[in-house]
């Protein structure tokens, strides 16, 4: 009862990273809430799910063992979740903003009438106060993502229904072990009680996944550029120093709508989030859809010719001058420091 609860996400009886990015903030909330961090592995042979999950702080994992579990489909999952969520009444529920949590997390919070904030970057407890009804709710969760197209940052609260219900972007939470040698409780759930035949009327007969080849959210040095790098060709100057420099290349939406990059390797709030070492900006402006993917680098260096861009207020370092001109001497000089 009250406990903040995480569903997560298995592919080829691997954890995802993301789920294990909201077991470690799921773990820091349960300690201001005092209560316990729960998770549900919904799937089959599902034998080394808690050697993986018990690290990060799990206190109860919930285990669905059936093989008709996989591949995923959306109603025998969700039947599971609305299911125990009524028994077990959480008072938070995470899921990832996957295509898997984006497909599972609305239809769980319309069966429970518990609402969902989607797509968050950022989850914090706090209180609220109604002031037009005249109430104050204690310990909310505070569901923090960008809106109105990215040019704000909204707080959003559920006072009253529950669970409070987030999907959460990938990378925007660190990932980290909380005790190598913990152990929590395993709770094996009889499926039979959850799903019925009729949850299982869809059967993926065939099914293929092509693996990405841009691994882009585990570089530890992204050479990004954004509308104002000019051109398609002026991006090759990106290539030739992520090469020489052992990283890879990012793009912002507008140079990826521009036909500057391709969509895997556009970095920001419609992208992919990233906290590399060492992430140098070209000719990004830096908005806050851009820097809600990347203001958690290590280190970030600006290139702009505009003095007074946005992006160059959370930069370590900023370099003004066109990127045409700056990128060839920082290849030149690279090279004749390493030799």
């Known amino acids: 009862m009250n406990n903040l609860f995480v569903y997560l996400?298995?592919?080829?009886?691997?954890?995802?990273?993301?789920?294990?990015?909201?077991?470690?903030?799921?773990?820091?909330?349960?300690?201001?809430?005092?209560?316990?961090?729960?998770a549900v592995a919904i799937g089959h042979q599902l034998e080394n799910i808690p050697q993986q999950v018990f690290p990060y702080g799990v206190d109860v994992l919930h285990l669905a063992d059936d093989k008709r579990f996989v591949p995923y489909t959306t109603q025998p999952h969700a039947s599971v979740l609305i299911h125990l969520f009524k028994e077990e009444k959480p008072q938070i529920a995470l899921l990832g903003a996957t295509s898997v949590g984006r497909d599972l997390g609305p239809r769980v919070s319309s069966a429970l009438f518990s609402g969902l904030t989607a797509d968050c970057t950022s989850l914090e407890i706090g209180d609220y106060e109604d002031k037009k009804a005249g109430k104050v709710y204690k310990d909310l969760l505070y569901q923090i993502r960008p809106a109105f197209g990215g040019n704000i940052v909204a707080t959003i609260v559920n006072p009253d229904c529950r669970p409070q219900m987030a999907t959460v972007r990938e990378g925007v939470?660190?990932?980290?072990?909380?005790?190598?040698?913990?152990?929590?409780?395993?709770?094996?759930?009889?499926?039979?009680?959850?799903?019925?035949?009729?949850?299982?009327?869809?059967?993926?007969?065939?099914?293929?996944?092509?693996?990405?080849?841009?691994?882009?959210?585990?570089?530890?040095?992204?050479?990004?550029?954004?509308?104002?790098?000019?051109?398609?060709?002026?991006?090759?100057?990106?290539?030739?120093?992520?090469?020489?420099?052992?990283?890879?290349?990012?793009?912002?939406?507008?140079?990826?709508?521009?036909?500057?990059?391709?969509?895997?390797?556009?970095?920001?709030?419609?992208?992919?989030?990233?906290?590399?070492?060492?992430?140098?900006?070209?000719?990004?402006?830096?908005?806050?859809?851009?820097?809600?993917?990347?203001?958690?680098?290590?280190?970030?260096?600006?290139?702009?010719?505009?003095?007074?861009?946005?992006?160059?207020?959370?930069?370590?370092?900023?370099?003004?001058?066109?990127?045409?001109?700056?990128?060839?001497?920082?290849?030149k000089y690279y090279k004749k420091n390493t030799k």
């Open 9 to 38: 996400e298995i592919e080829d009886g691997i954890v995802k990273d993301v789920s294990l990015e909201l077991l470690t903030k799921g773990r820091s909330l349960t300690k201001q809430l005092n209560c316990k961090l729960e």
């Open 173 to 331: 939470m660190k990932k980290e072990i909380f005790d190598p040698k913990y152990s929590g409780e395993i709770h094996r759930l009889d499926v039979s009680k959850y799903v019925s035949d009729k949850d299982f009327v869809i059967e993926v007969i065939e099914r293929h996944i092509e693996k990405t080849k841009i691994d882009i959210k585990s570089a530890p040095i992204i050479v990004s550029g954004g509308y104002g790098v000019g051109s398609a060709e002026n991006f090759k100057l990106l290539y030739e120093l992520a090469e020489v420099l052992g990283g890879e290349v990012g793009a912002s939406r507008a140079a990826v709508d521009a036909g500057f990059a391709e969509h895997e390797r556009q970095i920001g709030q419609t992208g992919t989030t990233v906290r590399p070492k060492l992430y140098i900006a070209c000719g990004i402006s830096g908005q806050i859809q851009h820097i809600a993917g990347m203001q958690e680098s290590a280190m970030i260096i600006a290139i702009n010719s505009d003095p007074n861009a946005p992006i160059n207020k959370i930069a370590d370092y900023v370099i003004t001058g066109r990127v045409e001109e700056v990128l060839p001497k920082m290849i």
